[in-house]
T-cell receptor
Framework: GQQVMQIPQYQHVQEGEDFTTYCNSSTTLSNIQWYKQRPGGHPVFLIQLVKSGEVKKQKRLTFQFGEAKKNSSLHITATQTTDVGTYFCAGPIQGAQKLVFGQGTRLTINP | KAGVTQTPRYLIKTRGQQVTLSCSPISGHRSVSWYQQTPGQGLQFLFEYFSETQRNKGNFPGRFSGRQFSNSRSEMNVSTLELGDSALYLC?????????????????FGAGTRLSVL
């Protein structure tokens, strides 16, 4: 079936290092959403990308949507301990009435 | 504006019992989706309700059911509990139903109900 794959599954960095997580879909996505879940918390919406090739920034976070609308990435510059958590991408699969979430990338940071 | 409210926050049940979880969406939101989150499987879609109608259902057995009331509040029921049903159950609300192509299906999640089946 249609899937949204996310890599890596885990990432451990030193505070101040950069971090990137990648999201790939087997089919074209009409839009893609990113969520962050802090340890012990619930997913919180970060951003939505709709246009092919779109790039959006939120302070140290940069989100990209691929030209073919099949992949996306989240890049964090100079990580801080507040960035710890699991980052999920999610896409509404064409023809289906549901959002499919990637498996998430769990980010841990060594202060 | 109040966020999505889920009750109870924690539940401990034994195998064979049934459980009902409740979700109150953000005021004005008519779509409520339910997800199961486990360490091994991530976020798995259970079902979505919009205007009291189930619009879609994930790959879960019939023991998992739900409903939505006229005020958009939703309940999820799991019957004949199994050990594998232990998970965090998350409810999310949105303005629009989860239709591909719409950009109004952003999910606002509640804090979840952590269910432990012993």
């Amino acid at each position: 079936g249609q899937q949204v794959m996310q890599i890596p599954q885990y990432q451990h960095v030193q505070e101040g290092e950069d971090f990137t997580t990648y999201c790939n879909s087997s089919t074209t996505l009409s839009n893609i959403q990113w969520y962050k879940q802090r340890p012990g918390g619930h997913p919180v919406f970060l951003i939505q990308l709709v246009k092919s090739g779109e790039v959006k920034k939120q302070k140290r976070l940069t989100f990209q949507f691929g030209e073919a609308k099949k992949n996306s990435s989240l890049h964090i510059t100079a990580t801080q301990t507040t960035d710890v958590g699991t980052y999920f991408c999610a896409g509404p699969i064409q023809g289906a009435q549901k959002l499919v979430f990637g498996q998430g990338t769990r980010l841990t940071i060594n202060p | 504006k109040a966020g999505v409210t889920q009750t109870p926050r924690y539940l401990i049940k034994t195998r064979g019992q049934q459980v009902t979880l409740s979700c109150s969406p953000i005021s004005g939101h008519r779509s409520v989706s339910w997800y199961q989150q486990t360490p091994g499987q991530g976020l798995q879609f259970l079902f979505e309700y919009f205007s009291e109608t189930q619009r879609n259902k994930g790959n879960f057995p019939g023991r998992f059911s739900g409903r939505q009331f006229s005020n958009s509040r939703s309940e999820m029921n799991v019957s004949t509990l199994e050990l594998g049903d232990s998970a965090l159950y998350l409810c999310a609300s949105s303005w629009a139903p989860l239709l591909a192509g719409l950009a109004k299906n952003i999910q606002y999640f509640g804090a979840g109900t952590r269910l432990s089946v012993l």
